[in-house]
């Protein structure tokens, strides 16, 4: 994908003879995409993470298997939460 946007901006900015300024990233949104940002770190110049996305799988994770490392986090979390609510 970076190889075809990089192709377009050349076509562009020989068009319009000036420069585009604008970062190359990705919006991630899955475990698995995570699990890859290391790969992914490799072309793209930012990363926005989808963390409602992000939590709503690790919820799901949780409610299938007690026992894992999402259920742990998930009630930890829940525990700093409540401590530390101010409402």
Known sequence: MKVF???IRGKIEAKLKAPLHFKFGS???VVRACMRADELAKVAEFF?????????????SAGRTPRTNSCRFTSNWKSYATTRSKC
């Open 5 to 7: 946007v990089d192709e």
């Open 27 to 29: 919006m991630i949104e």
């Open 48 to 60: 926005s993470f989808g963390t409602n996305d992000l939590t709503q799988a690790t919820s799901r």
